[in-house]
Structures are given as structure tokens and as C-alpha cells.
């Protein structure tokens, strides 16, 4: 059995998608649809080394509080734990879910995909 709420969201990224000609949030939607096993695990080390200040994120699946963080970032995911949601707001980040990510990042230009 599905969650709803993934079945939201997935509809929700598809019609993004269509309406605004940005194939990424087509991709996040068939990441979304995988099982949870399937689902991507990503540490803040990786997600500091791999990111710059005012870096805008998503990371298709869960974000582990292992590491640090050391500069700003946006950042929407899955799932992130209260660790890694706490070192993120420290480092002065933001933390968003996917209907503020559309919202603001319409086309997608500028978002990365990690994980």
C-alpha cells in the first residue's frame, strides 16, 4: 500500500513539471514512487562538501545528522533527521518542503538534486 502522502506529492510534482517545462521535478516524482528501500541516505558532511554557501538542495530521500555544515543552504528532502534539521538552522539554512520548493523555484533552475 502506497502513502497518501507520497501519492500527493508525486501528483503534485507532475503537474509542476508539465505546467512550468522543468524536467527535475519529473525526476524527485519517479524518485518518490521507489520503494523505501530504494531510497536515497545522505550524511550533512556530504551535503557540506558538496555544496556552497546559498546552495538550494533536494535530496531524494532521507538527511542524516553525521558531520557538519558550515556554510548557509536550502534544503528540501523526504525525510531529515532531528539532528540534521538542527545543524542546517545553525549553520543558517532553511529547511523547506516540496510545495515551497515549487513555489519558489518554479522552473527548478538553480536546485540541485543530491543523493
Known amino acids: 500500500m502506497t502513502n497518501?502522502?507520497?501519492?500527493?506529492?508525486?501528483?503534485?510534482?507532475?503537474?509542476a513539471s508539465a505546467k512550468n517545462k522543468a524536467p527535475i521535478w519529473q525526476k524527485?516524482?519517479?524518485?518518490a514512487?521507489?520503494?523505501g528501500i530504494a531510497q536515497r541516505i545522505v550524511n550533512v558532511k556530504k551535503i557540506n562538501d558538496v555544496t556552497k554557501d546559498?546552495?538550494?538542495?533536494?535530496v531524494p530521500g532521507k538527511v542524516l545528522g553525521t558531520?557538519?555544515?558550515?556554510?548557509k543552504i536550502t534544503i528540501c528532502s523526504f525525510s531529515i533527521s532531528t539532528s540534521a534539521a538542527q545543524k542546517v538552522l545553525a549553520a543558517g539554512g532553511k529547511i523547506i518542503n516540496y510545495s515551497e520548493m515549487i513555489s519558489k523555484?518554479?522552473?527548478g533552475k538553480g536546485v540541485?538534486?543530491?543523493?
Request: hydrophobic share 45%; no cysteine; net charge positive.
Open 28 to 31: 524527485l516524482a519517479m524518485m
Open 105 to 107: 523555484f518554479p522552473t
Open 33 to 35: 514512487q521507489k520503494p
Open 67 to 71: 558531520g557538519n555544515i558550515s556554510h
Open 54 to 58: 546559498n546552495d538550494v538542495i533536494v
Open 112 to 115: 540541485r538534486i543530491i543523493g
Open 4 to 15: 497518501q502522502l507520497v501519492l500527493t506529492m508525486v501528483k503534485e510534482l507532475k503537474t
